[in-house]
Structures are given as C-alpha cells and as structure tokens.
C-alpha cells in the first residue's frame, strides 16, 4: 500500500528534524524543533506530526523516553525531496582541481592521481574515500616498453590509451640485449595496438600455435615476451582511505561488532570491488542508503558515488561512504566536483600522451 503524501507542515518538520540529527546526531524533541520552527507551530502539534511520521517509517524512536532520529527511508525522503543543494565555493572547487593535476611522470598507471583522489575524498568529508581504478582487460593498448633488469629478468611497461600504465616484471628464457628487446616492444605495439588487453591476449594465443613453425628469430622472442607480458590482471583495483578515521566515529565507537565486520569488507578488496559496482552501476551520481544496497554489512552505511572517464568511455567509480547521517548536500557537490575533475585531468593526460 502506497503511503500517504506528506503536507507542508509534515515535510517542514521533517526536514529540519533529519537536519537537526545529522549536525548533532542526538535524537530530536518537539521541544528542539518548536524552538526553531519559524512558523511558531507548537510542541504539541509538531509532536503529533512526528508521531504521524513514525507511523509512515520515516523516523524511529531509539527509546520511550528519547526523540526521534531518521531511519532509512527518511533519508532517502530528505535526500531526494527535502534538501537544498550546496555549491562549493569557488576557491575550493579551484583547489580540488590544481590537486587533480597529473605528475610528471603522467598518471604513473593512473596509481598516483587516483590515490591522491581517494586521499582528497576522505580529506574532505572524514569519511572512507574509494576510487576503482580501470578495468585492465578493457584498457586498449598503446605503447609497450621492456626495461632490462638482470639477466633474462624483465620489467614490462604496457601504457593503455587512457594512460594507464602496468608495470609488471617478468622471467624469460633466452637473454636479450637492448636493442633486440626494443625491436620487440615495436613489433608488438605494431600488432597488438589499439587492442583491449583481452583482445590481445586471445590474438596472442592463435599466435602461439604457430610458433614453432616461425624462422624470424625477433617475432619469436616478441610473442614468447608477450605470453607472459599480456596475462590478465583482476578485473580492476581500489583504493581506499580514511578507514581509521570513520571507524572513529559515535556510530562505530557503540557498535564493535559492526565496525569489525565493515573493517573486514575493506580489507576484502576483490569482495569490495564487487559490492561497489553492484551498488553504483549505472552513470550519474548514486546515492545508496542503508538498506537500499541489499548488502547486510552497509546496514547504517551510506555510499555516494560518481564514474569518472577519459572523455569517450567510463574507467571506475569514485565516491565515500560513511554512516547514514552524514552531510549530504555538501558531501554530494564533493564527491561530483571531484569525479568531474578526475575525468577532466584523465582526459587531458590521455591527449597528451596521444600528440
């Protein structure tokens, strides 16, 4: 059955009531709200309100004798209804983009940027930052470089089109010099360039039964090098920062067991990966909610997250999570501002490297 609509009234008291609790996180009395009602409604009447809204979910009273605090759904009400939105200021949208700037050495496998992301996200909310990085087995290779390290010991530098730069260090059978190893690196970005590593790797393969029939001694090498240059990767990585400092928070400090089983789900990070995509697939900004996720362990979690891309495709979701009475309209504008910054910095490395 379908709740009844809110009145004016009802939405008023509601919205500085979930207002209230996420600035002070105490329950919140009609005696609280009449004090700053501007429409001088009294405690008796915004009491009765609330009892209303109790009835219809949106909030819950801890104890008898205590106020009221939101429960999900109340949020979401407040979330998508109720909240005015918050612009960042000028000055701080100027800064989060001179910290979105790559590094001289580019993106460093993107490794660098989105750690500083992920870094910035938590800086700026005191909540857990999350950044997942590319997909490797869909990034489309562009460059390939081997770099020496000891005999028949290699490190493999394979550069994607977006920027993104593996690194991986890898044992081979025969020795080879500097200059049969760059003959290689050509070969193999001439015929595994603009490929998926995917692509490449079952390319590769039908290759492979045809090597011992090959007299060219550098497609040999190139295709043996290759075989264990191109294996793939898990699908993609996170970061992750800000663990200890949301752990700190009142929510966590009166539930151990919670706190323990949600710092277990971000050291999983292959499980973590899972549960993000599965809770903000899609593209826009995603705000989760508790319950909304389906996800026991997110019970009192909020998430609120955003793709970010290389100007023609989505690489990865950034985003914070954090308890459920969180800052919402200010959390929003950082988390947004933030993915837009990366996909500006993202796309501009990726022309670059492309001239």
């Known amino acids: 059955m379908t709740a009844p609509a809110l009145d004016a009234r009802s939405r008023e008291i509601l919205r500085q009531m979930v207002h209230i609790f996420i600035m002070t996180g105490e329950p919140v009395g009609s005696r609280t709200l009449s004090k700053i009602n501007s429409r001088g409604y009294s405690p008796a009447t915004i009491r009765n309100v609330l009892s209303d809204l109790e009835e219809m979910s949106y909030l819950y009273q801890p104890h008898t004798s205590a106020g009221r605090v939101p429960t999900d759904r109340g949020y979401r009400f407040y979330v998508g209804t109720l ?22 050495a580019g993106l460093g496998g993107h490794g660098g940027l989105v750690q500083r992301t992920s870094r910035l996200l938590s ?12 997909d490797s087995r869909n990034s489309v290779l562009h460059h390939v470089d081997f770099v020496r390290m000891a005999p028949r010991r290699l490190l493999v530098v394979l550069v994607s089109q977006a920027g993104h730069v593996t690194n991986r260090v890898i044992e081979i059978a025969d020795d080879l010099a500097g200059d049969d190893l760059a003959q290689c690196a050509r070969y193999l970005e001439e015929q595994f360039g603009g490929y998926t590593l995917s692509e490449a790797r079952e390319l590769l393969l039908h290759r492979l ?38 752990l700190q928070r009142p929510e966590f400090v009166k539930n151990i067991e919670h706190a323990q089983q949600l710092l277990e789900t971000l050291e999983e990070r292959h499980k973590l990966i899972g549960i993000l995509n ?50 919402y309209a200010r959390f929003i504008s950082v988390v947004d501002y933030i993915a837009c910054s990366l996909s500006a910095a993202i796309t501009q490395a990726g022309r670059e490297l492309a001239n």
């Open 83 to 104: 909240m005015d939105g918050e612009e960042l200021d000028p000055t701080v949208r100027q800064w989060i983009e001179d910290q979105m700037q790559p590094t001289e």
């Open 123 to 134: 800086t700026m909310t005191g909540m857990v930052g999350f950044v997942t990085g590319p």
């Open 209 to 246: 039964k045809e090597i011992e029939a090959m007299v060219n001694g550098l497609v040999r090498n190139a295709l043996t090098i290759a075989d264990a240059a191109f294996t793939e990767e898990p699908a993609s990585e996170i970061y992750v920062e800000g663990t200890s400092h949301m």
């Open 278 to 327: 599965a809770c903000l697939d899609g593209s826009g900004l995603r705000i989760v909610i508790g319950s909304e996720a389906q996800v026991p362990v997110l019970e009192g979690i909020s998430l609120i997250g955003a793709r970010y891309s290389n100007g023609s495709q989505p690489l990865g979701s950034i985003g914070i999570m954090g308890p459920t009475r969180m800052e």
